[in-house]
């Protein structure tokens, strides 16, 4: 595995994680940080996932 693939691997892991911290949380100020920082995890995913495919296609 790439080192890119390892990061994608942890920040799906770590999106994952803050959802199911958001779903429990019984603070709604929690609820919200929690939901953010796992949508800037979601989208670090996203950019990984797209220098992958550059880096395959090129």
Known sequence: ???L???LERFETLTAE???IAKL???SSKREFYLKLGEQYRQLA???RQAIATTAAA
């Open 25 to 27: 949380a019984t603070e």
């Open 18 to 20: 803050c959802e199911l």
């Open 5 to 7: 693939e390892d990061r």
């Open 1 to 3: 595995m790439t080192h």
């Open 46 to 48: 996203v950019d990984i």
